[in-house]
């Protein structure tokens, strides 16, 4: 609505003039009428109302002390308003005027509804800073000078502090939301900081004194929080931190001190300052004691507190830590580092007894990281120093990690289970980060730790659980060769009793699949691992984890499995066999089986197959005839999901390379597998499950679940046989074309571009990859436009599939069948979808188009048609008719336009641009000429493109020099 249209009234509410009565109801409607109708009505009237030139009176005569607060807020929150973002509406002549009335006001309120006195400071914070230092100098020394001065009887001294510091707190606070041009802000900014020390007097003088009542305490601490953000030098703040760290010892101010300190040492500029920095660590070593009770005494809060504070010191000074560790400060160090040790082990179990010892990992890493980045002389002496720290974190995570007793475990919630899991998850990246520094000797600690615990009489499960999830853990992080402790550890896991409890079988099957990378340079160890994990597969509970593990070791080591192979798929078959697994789970033993089998010759591998796949097939043969349910569904979907996942896996054309990853430079040699000369196991199976699908999509060729799940299966075989799917193209291509006939969906396309990027060149195949394509085409147009919002998703599958054939097979769509003018549109339609990934599918299409549109006339022809459509499109979409993340995707259509098509873009771009018909309001006439000029100066210059579209959008939009648009 414009300013100076009148304000419509609400349903239900007086005349379309806006009166004090009038909004007095709508308040009240918007706050105690139950009909959520009327309360949208009021509160969409308001809304209006606020931003009204009327509002600049009706605002003053809502804030007086007979109005109910809700009213008063309102009058209160409209001065906010309309002096941060209507300021241009008033006069210069009236600033005086508006100053004088804030003050009245804010003195009128001091002692009323804070929540007023509050919206009040913001409107005056708001008028600071859209005058000093131009119209009002020494802005902040002006007011102080106010409040202090005021002579008004019916307030205290305390009142006066109160509206003095809730005005000096909002002040910077205001600074970093409101928007003010580029070109004023670092003039207001250096006001701000030239007002620090007069703020800074005024928070000390009262925080200073014996008897500042514990409100105005609060509101100095909060004052100082916020004048830090300021970033101003922390030199000058050194008696306020003084003082903040004696104010520890008063509970009643502990938290907001701490919240200030935080704010203090986490400021950007702060290591600047290292002599600020390690005063404020020995004033806090001073409360040790403090700490030391509080821990006893199990007072969390303080606890809780002293470590943020802690750990943000350390997170963000920790080159402080470093240099110190060897020089004068180096017992402050020590006693800095037992204290955040002593987070970690903080007796209970996370999160139900504390939630404290999470807060420290994170500093962990910083430390870590900060010594790995030291030059060589300084990184022994930070090793030798900080090492021992390292070990003591690790023996207490490992206590901090472990499960509780079954029966309080049963106790807890599933939040807390979840919080737990998670909190778990942390220590685990913080042992892989403990690893990068200490190394194999942290695997032999580990070792020495849990032999203890496996060979004690009294043995519990969750000490071994915890060092297990810490070998774990390293072993996810990667990067471990030569460790003679680890071959040691296989061989412990057999003196392990398993059984105790699912936890403990589970962690230690994860930690055989971590170590997946390990045992491809050390098979000598699978011959302890294998009978583990084939164990595992057929235990219902544990089949997840145990295969899981399973192929990540046979993926890693896949050429070692062969002397395991037969133990492995007897152990596949019996547990696909059993028909207790999770669809997960039996899909993930289909992958193993193809992994496997693909370590042994032809004949085995297909004796095999013949008694593994003829089960599976079977069972979904008979799933597929009977009637369709959810449950049959699900069948259907798992069995060909498991047919899929072994078409993927079995492939004994690949090749195996041997070599040190570690060693880039290193020589590196390649093994065939044993059956690699014959033919593809997978062709030879293809035709046995090919009339199953048939029969399949007889009855489930509407079932959108199915027909992916089918067309995975298809895609996977094709990708593992590549050009040897010849011979099953044709039975392929007809089966697509059957599927997207009836319904269109993206998986059958995904399917097809498979087909056309391997088959695309091929002569012979030519006419039925080209028939195809046609049916494809044809079948699509039918969607375009009317039905194309229905159809996202194969609009956007369509043209990533015509992006990939422009770029590797052209000639398949400048087909004579094919109208180009069609898939053009289509593209254009894309444009315009709310979807981003569906609007960045099409933009990627028409580079592919225009990239190749000089190689053939037919492409080149259909652009000249169609060009200018395109970039109006593109034109309205960079000027607000999309997402401004999708923005860039424009550039670079409007990037390959200027390059491949000079000329003729040159003239569409002029042409639009000056034309009254495309609607850019809130661009001038001078800066649609200049971002042409600056489009097609910068033809080659692809970032400048980008720019010049991005600041264009940005000025359309009229977001242009706001820090929102940053």
């Not at 009262?206 to 500042?212: E, F, K, S």
């Not at 509101?219 to 101003?232: E, F, G, I, Q």
């Not at 509080?294 to 997170?315: T, Y």
């Not at 659980?465 to 057999?494: H, K, T």
């Amino acid at each position: 609505m414009a300013v100076n249209e009148p304000v419509p009234a609400p349903v239900g509410l007086a005349s379309p003039s806006i009166t004090e009565k009038d909004i007095e109801e709508a308040i009240l409607k918007l706050y105690y009428d139950p009909n959520p109708a009327i309360k949208d009505a009021a509160q969409r009237w308001l809304f209006s109302v606020q931003r009204s030139p009327q509002a600049w009176q009706f605002a003053w005569d809502l804030l007086v002390p007979n109005k109910c607060p809700e009213v008063q807020f309102f009058g209160a929150s409209a001065l906010c308003l309309k002096i941060s973002k209507f300021w241009n509406e008033l006069p210069p002549d009236q600033y005086d005027n508006l100053r004088e009335k804030l003050f009245e006001k804010i003195f009128l309120f001091t002692a009323a509804e804070r929540i007023v006195l509050r919206r009040l400071c913001v409107a005056l914070s708001s008028f600071t800073l859209n005058t000093a230092p131009e119209v009002w100098p020494d802005a902040i020394s002006g007011c102080i000078d106010t409040f202090q001065q005021v002579n008004s009887s019916s307030l205290d001294e305390v009142q006066k502090c109160t509206a003095l510091l809730e005005f000096l707190t909002v002040l910077p606070e205001e600074f970093h939301s409101i928007h003010l041009p580029q070109s004023r802000r670092p003039a207001v900014r250096a006001e701000l900081q030239k007002g620090f020390q007069k703020v800074m007097s005024v928070v000390q003088s009262l925080l200073g004194q014996v008897n500042t009542p514990s409100d105005i305490q609060h509101l100095s601490l909060r004052c100082v929080a916020s004048w830090v953000k300021m970033d101003v030098p922390l030199s000058e703040m050194q008696p306020v931190i003084d003082r903040l760290c004696q104010l520890l010892q008063n509970q009643d101010v502990f938290d907001i001190c701490i919240e200030a300190l935080i704010e203090i040492i986490s400021q950007p500029s702060a290591n600047k300052y290292p002599l600020t920095i390690q005063k404020l660590l020995n004033h806090v070593l001073q409360r040790k004691e403090m700490l030391h009770n509080a821990v006893e005494n199990r007072d969390m809060d303080i606890v809780e507190g002293f470590c943020r504070l802690l750990v943000s010191l350390g997170e963000s000074h920790s080159k402080i830590l470093l240099a110190e560790c060897e020089g004068p400060g180096q017992q402050a160090v020590v006693e800095y580092m037992k204290l955040i040790v002593g987070f970690s082990v903080i007796s209970g179990h996370y999160p139900v007894d504390e939630t404290i010892s999470s807060i420290p990992l994170i500093f962990w890493y910083t430390l870590q990281d900060e010594i790995l980045s030291c030059d060589k002389e300084h990184f022994v002496k930070a090793v030798q120093f900080f090492v021992p720290f390292f070990y003591e974190l690790i023996e207490a995570l490992l206590v901090k990690a472990q499960y509780p007793s079954d029966k309080e475990y049963a106790s807890w919630t599933l939040e807390e289970k979840e919080q737990f899991r998670c909190y778990r998850q942390d220590i685990s990246d913080t042992f892989m980060n403990c690893f990068s520094l200490l190394h194999e000797p942290l695997l032999n600690h580990l070792y020495t730790i849990l032999m203890r615990i496996v060979q004690s009489s009294d043995t519990q499960w969750q000490p071994v659980e915890s060092c297990l999830f810490a070998f774990q853990s390293v072993a996810e992080g990667g990067n471990i060769r030569e460790c003679p402790c680890l071959n040691d550890l296989f061989r412990l896991l057999g003196q392990v009793d398993m059984s105790q409890t699912h936890e403990l079988s589970a962690t230690s099957l994860n930690m055989l699949g971590a170590f997946s990378e390990w045992l491809c340079y050390n098979s000598d160890s699978l011959e302890s691992v294998i009978p583990l994990l084939v164990h595992g597969l057929n235990e219902p509970s544990l089949c997840g984890p145990a295969s899981m593990a399973l192929k990540a070791i046979a993926s890693e080591c896949l050429f070692e499995m062969a002397p395991f192979a037969e133990t492995i798929l007897s152990s596949c078959q019996q547990a696909l066999a059993s028909n207790t697994m999770k669809s997960k789970d039996s899909i993930r033993v289909m992958s193993i089986v193809g992994l496997v089998l693909s370590t042994m010759e032809l004949q085995d591998i297909m004796s095999y197959l013949e008694a593994i796949l003829k089960p599976q097939l079977e069972a979904l043969e008979a799933a597929g005839k009977e009637q369709p349910s959810p449950s049959n569904k699900s069948t259907i979907v798992t069995k060909l999901n498991m047919l899929a996942f072994l078409c993927h896996s079995l492939d004994v054309k690949r090749d195996i390379a041997f070599g040190d990853d570690l060693d880039p430079e290193g020589e590196t040699t390649t093994v065939s597998l044993p059956a690699a000369n014959g033919p593809q196991p997978v062709l030879l199976i293809l035709p046995s499950i090919l009339p199953v699908l048939e029969q399949l999509l007889r009855v489930w060729i509407q079932d959108t679940g199915v027909v992916e799940a089918v067309c995975m299966l298809l895609q996977r075989s094709s990708r593992t046989l590549l050009d040897d799917f010849k011979p099953m193209s044709s039975h392929l291509c007809h089966l697509i074309g059957q599927i997207y006939s009836t319904i269109p969906q993206t998986s059958a396309l995904e399917l097809a571009e498979q087909i056309f990027m391997l088959f695309g060149s091929d002569e012979d195949m030519k006419p039925l990859i080209s028939g195809l394509l046609v049916q494809l085409c044809s079948k699509t147009f039918t969607l375009v436009p009317q039905g194309a919002h229905d159809h996202t998703d194969v609009i956007e599958g369509f043209l990533t599939m015509c992006k990939s054939i422009l770029r590797k097979q052209t000639l398949l769509l400048v087909h004579e069948q094919i109208q180009l003018s069609s898939v053009f549109e289509c593209g254009l339609i894309g444009i315009t979808m709310p979807e981003d990934h569906t609007i960045k599918s099409s933009c990627a299409f028409f580079v592919a188009w225009i990239s190749n549109s000089d190689k053939h006339s037919s492409l080149q022809q259909c652009l000249q048609q169609h060009g200018k459509s395109l970039l109006e499109l593109v034109l309205k979409a960079i000027s607000g008719a999309v997402p401004r993340k999708a923005v860039e995707n424009m550039g670079d259509v409007m990037y390959a336009m200027v390059k491949e098509s000079f000329s003729t873009f040159s003239g569409w771009i002029t042409e639009l641009l000056s034309s009254p018909h495309l609607e850019l309001p809130l661009v001038t006439k001078d800066q649609r000429i200049n971002f042409a000029r600056l489009i097609l100066r910068n033809k080659v210059n692809k970032r400048q493109v980008q720019d010049a579209v991005r600041e264009f959008s940005l000025m359309c939009r009229g977001l242009h020099g706001m820090e929102y648009a940053q």
